[in-house]
C-alpha cells in the first residue's frame, strides 16, 4: 500500500513539472515546450498614462505578471492615493517615481531601471512626509533594490516634470537688449524666461523654487540682488508674488516684465535699478496658482471669467487658505501686555485642507526674513491693506486697522499715487469707487474674508504686506498688455523702494555677538518684530518721533529715542548692545522667541529641503496600537493589506 501511494505521488510530480524547453525540431512531439520572450507592451494603467515612456514589461519588477494584478496590488492603490494621504506633496514625484517600478520602461524588449539618484533625492525631500502622517517608506520603492546608477545605463522618470518645455520661436537676434515681449506667458515659457533672464544677469539673479502646486509644477522665484541666494547683513527682503488666483493673470504678467526689465536696466546703468538692486534682496514670484492659471488659459484671453481657475487643483482659495490668526489678535488685543505679532499657527489649522502652495509660502516665511511685499490681484483697480478680516465677523464691511495704520496707508500710497490711472480723480473709470479715498482702502471695509495672506504676513511674521489689485479685466487680450506695464511701471519700482522706510540695525552683546529674536518694540504700537539670524532688523515707521526699546531673553531692556524726518527716504540706523542679567523678569518673559511656534508643527514635518535623521530606537518591546487613519484606504484588501507601510510591523 505504501508503495503504491508513492508511486502515485511520483507520477503526479511528474505530471505537473513543466515540460522540458524544446531544442530544435522537437517542438512537434509534445515532449517539450516553446518558451516565450518576454515583448513590450503599451501601459495601459490609469494612474500612469502620464509618464514619459510608452511602453513597459511583464512580469515588473515586483514579478506581478499582468495588468489585472498590479491594479488590484495594495502598491498600486497606494501611488494612486498618496497625494490625498500626504495632501499633495511631493505629488505627482512619487506616483511617477512608483510606475517605474509597476510598469517600468521598455525599449525593443528591454527593461531598462529607473536611476537612483533620483530615487534617493525624492526620498530625502519626502520622507518627513511620510513620517508626518505615521507611515513607512514604501519597500517598492526602495532605492537600492528596484533602481540602477547611471553607470548601468537608466532613465530617469521624472526628467518630463522637471523641465521639458515648449520650444520657442527664436527672436531677431538684432533685438535690443531692452526689448521685452508683451504677450501671455504658458507655465512652460514662464519659466524659460524667467531661467534666460536669470542667465543673462547671472551675477544679480538666480532662480529658486519654493515648493510644487498640487500638481507638481515648481512656484518659480527669481531673486535680484548684488549676492543671490544670500541674505546680506542689513540688507532688506522684499517681495512680489503673483497669479495667486489662476484666472488673475495680469500680476504674473507684470512680475515676468518687470524681472526682464530689472536685468536690462541693471546692465545699462539705470541708476536707480543699480540703486535698488545694490541695497535690496527682491523676490519675484510670478505664479502661485499655475494649476489655476492652466484652466483659466483654456477660456483664452479677453474672456472675464470670475469662477474658472480662480481655484486651485484641490478646489481650494489660497487667499482663503491661511490660518485665521486675525480673530486671536482681536482677543489678544484687550489683554494687556499681549503682543500682536508672531502669533502662532493654532493646532486646529492643520485640521482642515491646507494646499501644497500654501504651505509653500508659509515655509518660504519662515526662511527669509521679508520686510515688505505685495499680492498682486485683479478684478478692480485699487490697493488694500490689512486688516482684511472684520473685527466683527457678522460685519461685512468695517474699517478694521491694525496697530501699523498710518504706515500701511502709507504704503498704500505708495503704489496708488505713483500709478497714472489710480491717482486719476475721475470717478467715471475703473476703481472709480475708490477715488475719494485716493485709491486705497482698508481691505475689511471694502469686505470682509478670513484666511488671507496679507493678514498672516503681518501677524506671524516680521513682513507687511498689502494687496494690489491691478486692473478690472482678470485676463485682458494680449494687445492691452504693453499699456498695463507702462500704468504699473513706476509704482511697482515705488513700493519697492518703500522697503527703506523706517529704521534698521543690528542687535548684539558686549562682545559684538549677534543676539537671534530679539524683539524691538516702539512705544505706543502694539506690535514688535524680531532680529533675524545676524542679529539685524528692519522696523517699517512713517516720519515722526519714537521711543524704540530692544529686548532679549537673558538681557536687560535698552531704550533709545528716535527722530524720522518727512523727507527721509531712507532707513534710519538704530544699533543697540545689551547686557546680561542674572535673573529674566517674569513679566517680560511672555515666552521664549525660540518656542514661539508650536511644538507640533506639520509646517517644520513638510520641509522639503530640511535633512531627515531617522528616529532612534526606544528599548523595550513595542506596545501594540490602533492602525493609522489611512488604513481604511486599503480596507477593501483582504489578503493582500500592505502591512509594510506600518511603522510597527
Known amino acids: ?102 510598469a517600468p520602461q521598455c525599449e525593443k524588449d528591454k527593461v531598462i531601471k529607473p536611476c537612483r539618484h533620483v530615487c534617493e533625492n525624492l526620498k530625502k525631500n519626502c520622507l518627513p512626509a511620510f513620517d508626518a502622517i ?81 500638481e507638481g509644477k515648481d512656484l518659480f522665484v527669481i531673486e535680484f540682488s548684488t549676492k543671490p541666494g544670500h541674505h546680506e547683513l542689513l540688507k532688506p527682503e522684499f517681495k512680489y508674488i503673483g497669479n495667486m488666483h489662476g484666472n488673475e493673470v495680469v500680476g504674473k504678467e507684470l512680475l515676468i516684465y518687470l524681472a526682464q526689465y530689472l536685468c536690462s536696466e541693471y546692465l545699462l546703468g539705470n541708476p536707480r535699478i543699480q540703486t535698488l538692486i545694490n541695497n535690496t534682496r ?15 488659459a483654456e477660456e483664452g484671453a479677453g474672456y472675464n471669467g470670475w469662477v474658472i481657475g480662480r481655484q486651485t487643483a484641490q478646489n481650494l482659495d489660497l487667499n482663503r487658505n491661511f490660518p485665521d490668526l486675525t480673530s486671536e489678535a482681536y482677543r489678544r488685543a484687550g489683554i494687556r501686555g499681549a503682543r500682536l505679532d508672531h502669533i502662532p499657527i493654532p493646532q486646529s489649522y492643520w485640521w482642515g485642507k491646507v494646499a501644497p502652495e500654501t504651505k509653500a509660502v508659509m515655509k518660504w516665511l519662515r526662511s527669509i526674513p521679508f520686510v515688505l511685499s505685495a499680492s498682486l490681484h485683479g478684478g478692480e483697480l485699487v490697493v488694500t491693506y490689512p486688516y482684511d478680516y472684520s473685527r466683527h465677523p457678522l460685519e461685512e464691511k468695517e474699517f478694521s486697522p491694525t496697530p501699523d495704520e498710518k504706515m500701511f496707508k502709507m504704503l498704500a500710497k505708495a503704489y496708488a499715487d505713483a500709478h497714472p490711472v489710480i491717482s486719476d480723480r475721475s470717478e467715471l473709470r475703473c476703481g472709480g469707487n475708490f477715488v475719494k479715498r485716493g485709491g486705497i482702502i482698508n481691505g475689511a471695509e471694502w469686505y470682509s474674508f478670513t484666511g488671507g495672506m496679507a493678514d498672516f504676513n503681518y501677524l506671524h511674521t516680521n513682513c507687511f504686506e498689502v494687496t494690489v489689485e491691478v486692473g478690472c479685466e482678470k485676463f485682458p487680450l494680449e494687445e492691452e498688455l504693453f499699456t498695463i506695464w507702462h500704468e504699473n511701471r513706476d509704482a511697482l519700482l515705488n513700493y519697492m523702494e518703500m522697503v527703506h522706510r523706517g529704521i534698521k540695525g543690528i542687535v548684539s552683546d558686549k562682545f559684538g555677538n549677534p543676539i537671534k529674536n530679539a524683539r524691538i518694540s516702539v512705544r505706543g504700537i502694539q506690535h514688535d518684530v524680531t532680529t533675524a539670524a545676524d542679529g539685524d532688523y528692519w522696523r517699517l515707521l512713517p516720519p515722526g518721533t519714537y521711543i524704540i526699546s530692544a529686548q532679549a531673553a537673558g538681557y536687560s531692556r535698552v531704550m533709545k529715542r528716535v527722530t524720522l524726518p518727512t523727507k ?56 501594540p496600537r490602533e492602525k493609522p487613519w489611512w488604513w481604511s484606504y486599503f480596507s477593501s484588501l483582504d489578503l493582500h493589506k500592505p502591512l509594510w507601510l506600518l511603522k510597527q510591523h
Open 1 to 102: 500500500m505504501v508503495l503504491r501511494l508513492l508511486l502515485f505521488l511520483t507520477g503526479l510530480l511528474r505530471a505537473t513539472e513543466p515540460a522540458p524547453r524544446c531544442e530544435t525540431g522537437q517542438e512537434t512531439l509534445g515532449q517539450c515546450q516553446t518558451v516565450q520572450k518576454a515583448k513590450c507592451v503599451d501601459i495601459s494603467l490609469s494612474s500612469c498614462t502620464d509618464v514619459a515612456y510608452t511602453q513597459t514589461m511583464y512580469p515588473n519588477f515586483l514579478d506581478q505578471k499582468s495588468r489585472e494584478v498590479i491594479e488590484y496590488s495594495s502598491e498600486y492603490i497606494l501611488i494612486s492615493v498618496l497625494h490625498n494621504l500626504l495632501q499633495g506633496e511631493c505629488n505627482p514625484d512619487l506616483r511617477l517615481l512608483g510606475c517605474s517600478v509597476l
Open 568 to 623: 527721509m527716504k531712507r532707513a534710519g540706523r538704530v544699533d543697540f548692545v545689551l547686557r546680561p542679567v542674572e535673573v529674566w523678569p517674569n513679566k517680560l518673559l511672555r515666552r521664549p522667541m525660540e518656542d514661539m511656534h508650536d511644538q507640533y508643527d506639520p509646517l517644520e514635518l513638510f520641509d522639503p529641503h530640511a535633512q531627515h535623521a531617522q528616529p532612534g530606537t526606544q528599548g523595550g518591546s513595542p506596545q
Open 282 to 296: 527682491i523676490h519675484l514670484l510670478p505664479s502661485l496658482n499655475p494649476d489655476g492659471y492652466e484652466l483659466a
Open 134 to 214: 505615521d507611515m513607512a517608506w514604501p519597500y517598492f520603492l526602495d532605492c537600492d533594490r528596484f533602481f540602477a546608477g547611471e553607470e548601468e545605463g537608466c532613465f530617469d522618470p521624472l526628467a518630463k516634470l522637471r523641465g521639458e518645455v515648449e520650444i520657442e520661436e527664436d527672436l531677431p537676434s538684432d533685438l535690443p537688449a531692452t526689448f521685452i515681449q508683451f504677450k501671455h506667458h504658458s507655465y512652460a515659457q514662464m519659466v524659460s524666461t524667467l531661467k534666460k533672464t536669470a542667465s543673462r544677469c547671472s551675477h544679480i539673479a538666480t532662480t529658486y523654487s519654493i515648493g510644487r502646486s498640487f
